[in-house]
């Protein structure tokens, strides 16, 4: 079990979920297995569970990592956290289950890491708000990346936090209207790096946008965006 090398000149890397590739996606075991090299930054995934606690999970439901099915909007933290992953395997495992954003921010410090938080929920202002408590709680604004594919919700993001980083996540083509959207509200871009060319790579560091890019597998892909001079590589399982 190891991760895939490869040359990333200037290039950053965050572990995708955590180290998915090694480990399952979004528990501790995976943040913990990226910590532990030097990935710049370690991505999550940050929703609300029925009694609205915080709790890391990409899916609506377990229906893709668990044996158990559950919709995480309908039960409490403990309901919740009762719940055994699976391994990579599909063998369930006892250790496995789904963090809470407290745990997530702890160990992103603990290793001196990166956290990129994707907000999965169309949060309001109130969530955003207890976000940013647990953020000076456990870590520090500074140690954060905030995205999104809801525009909104970073938009109002920035009106509470002028200080914090952010990036817009999105699948689309990169032009002036894109450009001109991220520079409203001072954001920076997370995209799908299928859309990405040598010459939007230049032309989104010319007006000043700082491009991360996800999911990138594929090493030779991954140098090819390197010798581009994309910023930041969000990837599963490339080092």
């Known amino acids: 079990m190891d991760t895939i090398k490869i040359n990333k000149r200037n290039t950053l890397m965050v572990a995708h979920r955590g180290l998915s590739g090694l480990e399952r996606e979004n528990t501790c075991a995976a943040f913990i297995a990226a ?4 990935y710049f930054g ?11 606690s915080l709790v890391l999970l990409h899916d609506g ?18 309901e919740i956290r009762a719940v055994e992953l699976n391994e990579l395997s599909g063998e369930p495992a006892a250790h496995l289950r789904i963090p809470t954003l407290e745990e997530y921010l702890y160990i992103c410090e603990k290793y001196g890491k990166k956290c990129v938080l994707e907000f999965k929920n169309n949060f ?4 955003l708000e207890r976000i940013l408590e647990a953020v000076n709680k456990y870590t520090s604004l500074e140690n954060m990346v905030f995205i999104s594919f809801h525009y909104d919700v970073l938009a109002r ?5 002028p200080e914090a980083r952010i990036q817009f996540l999105c699948e689309c083509e990169v032009n002036d209207e894109l450009v001109n959207k991220l520079k409203d509200y001072s954001m920076e871009l997370d995209i799908n790096h299928n859309c990405l060319t040598k010459e939007n790579i230049k032309f989104l560091h010319d007006n000043g946008i700082v491009v991360n890019c ?8 991954g140098e090819e965006l390197c010798e581009w001079g994309v910023d930041i590589i969000t990837t599963n399982i490339l080092q």
Not at 42 to 52: C, F, L, P, Q
Not at 124 to 127: F, K, L, T, V, Y
Not at 157 to 161: F, M, V, Y
């Open 35 to 38: 910590g532990n090299r030097d």
């Open 42 to 52: 370690i991505e999550t995934d940050v929703r609300r569970a029925g009694d609205n």
């Open 61 to 78: 439901s377990t229906k893709r990592v668990s044996s158990t099915l559950i919709d995480v909007k309908e039960l409490s933290l403990d």
């Open 124 to 127: 309001p202002n109130e969530d």
């Open 157 to 161: 993001l920035r009106g509470i936090c």
């Open 214 to 221: 996800w999911t990138v597998n594929d090493p030779q892909r």
